[in-house]
Structure formats: structure tokens, C-alpha cells
């Protein structure tokens, strides 16, 4: 059955505390969620170097850096939506041809709340975390915010996220 948050959604049974997504007081920073670093590779990774260390890693985004800074981001949706034309041959690419060029990001003091505005309104799943310096932290996922802080807020994010990719969906397909 799941616990309920005092805002009254019923969360899964994670076996760390859930955070109350109501409680004012409770402020709850980026950087608590990130616990490893990124999986990265440089822009001239193959795609399919790539796709086999997200495979073999389970993940469904890697982090693109060229000298140490971000330039870009490949995600299971890329590889499905980019690559797919393009077939076999496309394998053989670098990785750089098919990401998505400077991603959108978020800060390791930011609140996880903020950040999942940022993901709603922009539509992502995923915000690579930069340090002040513009240093790459960490990766942080709706799932991580689902598992470690509330899976109510992560939902609703990805309800935003769906939702506005069906409106789009649905304009583009009916004449103006």
C-alpha cells in the first residue's frame, strides 16, 4: 500500500522517509539526490559505443563533454527519434551528429521543486547539474526525484511533461 505524504498523495513503499511536498519549511536541494557521477563520453563516441554503454549500464541518458564541458546530451528518446532514419549506417556516426546541443540545466544548490518547473515547462526528464564553475556534478532524473524525494511531484512533472507534448502533438495534426 505506500505511505501518505502530508499533502495527501500516496507514495510507493521507497525505504527512505518521503518529504512532504506542502511543508513549506521544507526546502529540499539538488545536490541531496545526486550520489554518483554522470555517464559521459566526448562528442566523437560512436553511437554505437554509446548506445551500448546505455544499454549495458541501464541508463537512458549519457553526457556529451569536450574538453571537460557540456555541450550536449543524448537520450533514449534521441536515439529512437534521430537515429532511427538513418539505420544500421548510422552506428557508425559520432555521437555529436544525433545529441541534443546545450541542454538545459540546473544547479546543485537548486531546489527540487524549481527544477521540476524547469522540466515541466521545457519538457525533459532529465537536467545535468553544473557547478558554478560549469563543472559537470550530476544527472538528475525524474526518477531519482520519484525514488528519493517524492514520487506525487515526479508524477506531476511527468503529467506536465506528457501533457504538453500531446497539445503540441495535437496542433500540429489539426489545421490552424
Known amino acids: 500500500m505506500g505511505r501518505l505524504h502530508t499533502c495527501g498523495a500516496r507514495c510507493g513503499t521507497n525505504e527512505r522517509p ?21 555517464v559521459t563520453v566526448g562528442p566523437d563516441a560512436t553511437v554505437l559505443a554509446v548506445t551500448t554503454m546505455m544499454r549495458e549500464d541501464d541508463i537512458g541518458a549519457v ?3 569536450d574538453r571537460n564541458r557540456l555541450v550536449g546530451i543524448v537520450t533514449d528518446r534521441d536515439i529512437a527519434t534521430k537515429l532511427t532514419p538513418f539505420g544500421a549506417p548510422a552506428l557508425a556516426q559520432p555521437i555529436a551528429r544525433f545529441m541534443t546541443l546545450d541542454p538545459l540545466t540546473c544547479s546543485p544548490d537548486q531546489d527540487v521543486r524549481d527544477a521540476t518547473v524547469l522540466m515541466a515547462d521545457f519538457q525533459v526528464r532529465r537536467l545535468p547539474v553544473l557547478d558554478a564553475s560549469g563543472r559537470v556534478v550530476g544527472l538528475l532524473t525524474l526518477d531519482m526525484i520519484a525514488e528519493d524525494f517524492c514520487e506525487h511531484l515526479a508524477g506531476e512533472t511527468l503529467g506536465e511533461i506528457v501533457e504538453q507534448s500531446i497539445a503540441g502533438l495535437h496542433d500540429a495534426m489539426v489545421p490552424g
Open 18 to 38: 518521503c518529504v512532504a511536498l506542502e511543508a513549506a519549511e521544507t526546502t529540499m536541494r539538488v545536490k541531496s539526490l545526486i550520489d554518483h557521477p554522470p
Open 63 to 65: 553526457l556529451v563533454l
